[in-house]
């Protein structure tokens, strides 16, 4: 079993995605099978295999401990532990062979608590992946696309999972933003020379630059279909190095 999780800030358009590459996945023949963990979603733009809300709901939470609306879904996602290894069992009775894994909402919630890590390692197979989907309006600033890849590698640090960076809403950027972003991936020097940062923070992101923290992203639109190829490529290579993962 392949568990692919879409971990992202608030927006970025995660349970778009998955709903776009799992019909994508399902066109081209593929068993895939979705997974919802937010249990603050409202609505969902597809129909899970696996649903965490029909367990535990942010909404009730919220009612039943009268909490405010941030403290239900910390106190949900926290609740959301003790289920995984039902989740999980789940997982092995739906039987698809590789899992689209959508995450909570507000990304700090998920990735900067120890239930988020927990739920990623729980859930995590043989194979597993991390899919970091950051918002393209977003990371073409120059601040932007360093805070982006900061947060980044904030979540590999937290997950110690591989991890794949997928730009998605390419569809609203311009062909110069794109070029743009693909440069200050490949050669951070350009972004560096541009940054207004004080010498120090500028040193500190150069360092992190120069390690590797600045990964070249996938460009992707959950709304147009542009890519959504590209992204199930980089999913196959992590798994089997090129083959397809079923
Ligand atoms: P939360 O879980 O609610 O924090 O959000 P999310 O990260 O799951 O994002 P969601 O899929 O709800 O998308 C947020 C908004 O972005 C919605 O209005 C989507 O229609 C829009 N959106 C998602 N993907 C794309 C895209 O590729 N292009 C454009 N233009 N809009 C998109």
Redo the contacts with the bound molecule.
Sequence with gaps: MYTVFFI?T????????VAALSTWMEEQGFDVGVVNL?PA?EYL?YVPDIDIRDRVSARKVMKQYKLGPNASIIAAVDMVVTEAERIKEEMEVVGAPIYLIDTP??MELFAFRQSGAYLVQKLSDTHSLVVYVADAVYIQTIDGFATTMLLALSSRIRFKKPQILAV??A??LTEEAIVNITNWSEDPETLLESIDLPSYEKEILRSVANMGGFVEPIFV???TGDGLDKLYYQLQIHYTGGEDAQ
């Design positions: 992202g608030a927006g970025s358009g995660k349970s778009t995605l937010d979603a733009p909402g507000q998605n809403k569809d609203l639109s959950a709304k």
